[in-house]
C-alpha cells in the first residue's frame, strides 16, 4: 500500500459524458501527478500540482482538467469523453515535487462505451 | 520529446533463470527510475539511479545507469514467480517529470 488513494476503482460510461476522478495523496506530500496509461501508448504523463498550484503539464487534452485543493486533494475532469479516452488513470504523489519520488496509487480504469 | 525504448517487449522464461532487460534512449536523464506494476495495481518504485555508470543491487535485481545517462539495464538473478510483471523505466526531465517507457512484460513460470 503506498498510502495514495484513488476513487472510483472502475468507471463505466458514455461517448459524450463527463467524469471526475479523485486522489488522496500521501500524508505529507504536497505534490499530485496524474498519468494515463494504455496498451499502445503506455504510461504517459498529464499534469503536476504543488501545493495547490500546477507546476508541470505534459500530455494532457483540452477536454481534461485538474485541480488541487487547500487540503491537498486533488481531481481530474474528463469532459466530453471519447471511446479512445478508455484507460488507467494513476495518481502519485510526492512530498517535494522531485519527480523522482513518486508513490503511485492503484488507479482509476475508464470504460467508456 | 524525450523518449524511452525498453526492450524486449515481452520476456518469458522458467523460474531460475536470469535475464537482463534494457532501457535505451538518445537523451541524457538527470536521473532514472524502475518500477514494477501488476495487474490491476499501480506501479512500485524500486530503485533510483542518478550518477552515470551507477550500479546498485536489491536482493537479486542489479540496476546499471550508463556513464552517459542515457541509458540503463535491469538484471536479476534466478529469477522467482513473484517477479512476474510489467518492469518500467522513467527518466527524469529537465522540468522535473518523468517520461516513461512502454515497459518489458516479464512472466515467470515455475
Known amino acids: 500500500d503506498s498510502g495514495v488513494t484513488q476513487t472510483p476503482k472502475h468507471l463505466i460510461t458514455a461517448t459524450g459524458q463527463r467524469v471526475t476522478l479523485r486522489c488522496s495523496p500521501r500524508?505529507?506530500?504536497?505534490?499530485v501527478y496524474w498519468y494515463q496509461q494504455s496498451l499502445d501508448q503506455g504510461l504517459q504523463f498529464l499534469i503536476q500540482y504543488y501545493n495547490g498550484e500546477e507546476r508541470a503539464k505534459g500530455n494532457i487534452l483540452e477536454r481534461f482538467s485538474a485541480q488541487q485543493f487547500p487540503d491537498l486533494h486533488s481531481e481530474l475532469n474528463l469532459s466530453s469523453l471519447e471511446l479512445g479516452d478508455s484507460a488507467l488513470y494513476f495518481c502519485?504523489?510526492?512530498?517535494?515535487?522531485?519527480?523522482?519520488?513518486?508513490?503511485f496509487g492503484p488507479g482509476t480504469r475508464l470504460l467508456v462505451l | 520529446t524525450q523518449l524511452l525504448e525498453q526492450s524486449p517487449q515481452f520476456l518469458s522464461i522458467q523460474e531460475g533463470e536470469n535475464l537482463t532487460v534494457y532501457c535505451n534512449s538518445s537523451s541524457v536523464f538527470s536521473s532514472l527510475q524502475w518500477y514494477r506494476q501488476e495487474p490491476g495495481e499501480g506501479p512500485v518504485l524500486l530503485v533510483t539511479?542518478?550518477?552515470?555508470?551507477e550500479v546498485k543491487k536489491l536482493k537479486r535485481l542489479t540496476f546499471q545507469f550508463g556513464d552517459a545517462r542515457k541509458d540503463s539495464s535491469l538484471h536479476i538473478t534466478a529469477a522467482q514467480t513473484g517477479d512476474t510483471g510489467l518492469y518500467l523505466c522513467?527518466?527524469?526531465?529537465?522540468?522535473?517529470?518523468?517520461?516513461f517507457g512502454k515497459g518489458t512484460m516479464l512472466l515467470v513460470s515455475p
Open positions: 522513467a527518466g527524469e526531465t529537465p522540468t522535473s517529470t518523468l517520461t
Open positions: 502519485a504523489s510526492s512530498v517535494s515535487g522531485l519527480a523522482k519520488t513518486q508513490y
Open positions: 500524508s505529507g506530500d504536497l505534490s
Open positions: 539511479v542518478v550518477t552515470g555508470g
